[in-house]
């Protein structure tokens, strides 16, 4: 049953900030995925990218997903922006969660991100075509991911916030009521 919300989106589209205000106006518990990895495996992104593999934080992220959408609770879920690299992710997604995509441009994605060594992927990537190229790659499979999807570029995470709301009832969901 659909009874979480989870937010998706690219790097620097505003997840965790927009998970924080949903959570704090309606009550509800904030998972952000990336800090619940941070927490079990007790060392920073970049670290377990650097110190295993992108693959072995992959299967990490799994887990914690899996575990986020067991709560009973409805609890606003801020993924990390690769959650949409596994299928097995997408169909625990559909499942659980109203999916909402935030949507930003390559340009305010990087204005957003002021230290790219939290990033490992933008880290490596070097150059803003290819991170682009890692964007575009994205993009279809976020918009098949997502319920409703929410454009952040020229918004304040509380206006984000506002449309999220509006879109999520108008799509017939009532989680927040
Ligand atoms: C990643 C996004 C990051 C984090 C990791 C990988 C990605 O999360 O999970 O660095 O593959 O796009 P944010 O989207 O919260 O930055």
């Known amino acids: 049953m659909k009874r979480h919300i989870a937010l998706i989106g690219f790097m620097g589209s505003g997840k965790s900030t927009v998970a924080r205000i ?9 998972v952000d995925i990336d800090d619940e990895i941070e927490a079990r495996e007790g060392m920073s992104v970049a670290d377990i990218f650097a110190k295993h593999s992108e693959s072995y934080f992959r299967q990490v992220e799994t887990d914690t997903l899996r575990d986020a959408l ?13 959650v949409v690299t596994r299928p097995e992710n997408i ?7 109203i999916v909402v995509y935030l949507n930003v441009d390559v340009k305010q994605a ?5 230290d790219v060594s939290t990033r ?22 976020y918009e098949a991911t997502a319920d409703v999807a929410v454009g952040t570029s020229q918004r304040t995470a509380e206006e ?4 999220l ?8 969901y009532d989680v927040f009521s």
Do not use: H, W, Y
């Not at 949903?22 to 904030?30: H, I, K, L, P």
């Open 91 to 97: 169909a625990l997604l559909n499942e659980f969660a």
């Open 165 to 172: 709301v509006e879109r999520v009832r108008e799509a017939g």
């Open 22 to 30: 949903v959570g704090q106006r309606f009550d509800m518990t904030v």
């Open 120 to 141: 490992p992927l933008l880290a490596k990537a070097g150059s803003n075509d290819v991170v682009f190229a890692l964007m575009q790659s994205r993009m279809a499979l």
């Open 110 to 114: 990087l204005a957003r991100i002021d």
């Open 70 to 82: 067991r709560s009973e609770e409805s609890v606003v879920i801020a993924c990390g922006g690769g």
């Open 160 to 163: 984000v916030t506002d449309k």
